[in-house]
T-cell receptor
Framework: KNEVEQSPQNLTAQEGEFITINCSYSVGISALHWLQQHPGGGIVSLFMLSSGKKKHGRLIATINIQEKHSSLHITASHPRDSAVYICAVPYSGGGADGLTFGKGTHLIIQP | DGGITQSPKYLFRKEGQNVTLSCEQNLNHDAMYWYRQDPGQGLRLIYYSQIVNDFQKGDIAEGYSVSREKKESFPLTVTSAQKNPTAFYLC??????????????FGEGSWLTVV
């Protein structure tokens, strides 16, 4: 089974700071997902990437397939970015479908 | 707009009761999933279905049951055999297989509490 490790678990920063969240996984994958969970519990997909880098607004996701590592960056952070950010990779247990999720990084941006 | 609707948002279950969580999607997705989230843990897969009238167990299927009679619906029943059902439950769907690079969509989740 693919193991997913995220760091840090908790992160508090001031508005405007550059944020980096890291994700490492143990088994080679076809694509990696970054998700955002709002305080109410709903989850939205931010990125799905299999190589290189993707950018959407102030969010940037990178992946290094050889090192089995991905990072999510937030530039010019804002209090509305406060959420739990979750990394997920394809489940690799005996052909089953679905994703394996990291435990998430709880981000708080203070004004 | 297309999306996934879960209901109810909050549910209380008495000891020994079965309860059913609803999940409906209008995205025309083939694959649907049920995940459970506990504090401090990653989401864990309960059941998934890749096609109507077929479903497979995930990592923590004991005490749960599902059905997939229609493409858009994938209800989850939490049975009395589930000894620790208090958790946050999320339904999700993908256009094709979830482990094949397809974007995953989630519902807003259902909070289940045993009283």
């Amino acid at each position: 089974k693919n193991e997913v490790e995220q760091s840090p678990q908790n992160l508090t920063a001031q508005e405007g700071e550059f944020i980096t969240i890291n994700c490492s996984y143990s088994v080679g994958i076809s694509a990696l997902h970054w998700l955002q969970q709002h305080p109410g519990g709903g989850i939205v997909s931010l990125f799905m990437l299999s190589s290189g880098k993707k950018k959407h607004g102030r969010l940037i996701a990178t992946i290094n397939i050889q090192e089995k590592h991905s990072s999510l960056h937030i530039t010019a952070s804002h209090p509305r970015d406060s959420a739990v950010y979750i990394c997920a990779v394809p489940y690799s247990g005996g052909g089953a479908d679905g994703l394996t999720f990291g435990k998430g990084t709880h981000l708080i941006i203070q004004p | 707009d297309g999306g996934i609707t879960q209901s109810p948002k909050y549910l209380f279950r008495k000891e020994g009761q079965n309860v059913t969580l609803s999940c409906e999607q209008n995205l025309n997705h083939d694959a649907m999933y049920w995940y459970r989230q506990d504090p401090g843990q990653g989401l864990r897969l309960i059941y998934y279905s890749q096609i109507v009238n077929d479903f497979q167990k995930g990592d923590i299927a004991e005490g749960y049951s599902v059905s997939r009679e229609k493409k858009e619906s994938f209800p989850l029943t939490v049975t009395s055999a589930q000894k620790n059902p208090t958790a946050f439950y999320l339904c999700a769907s993908t256009r094709g297989q979830g482990n094949s690079g397809n974007t995953i969509y989630f519902g807003e989740g259902s909070w289940l509490t045993v009283v």
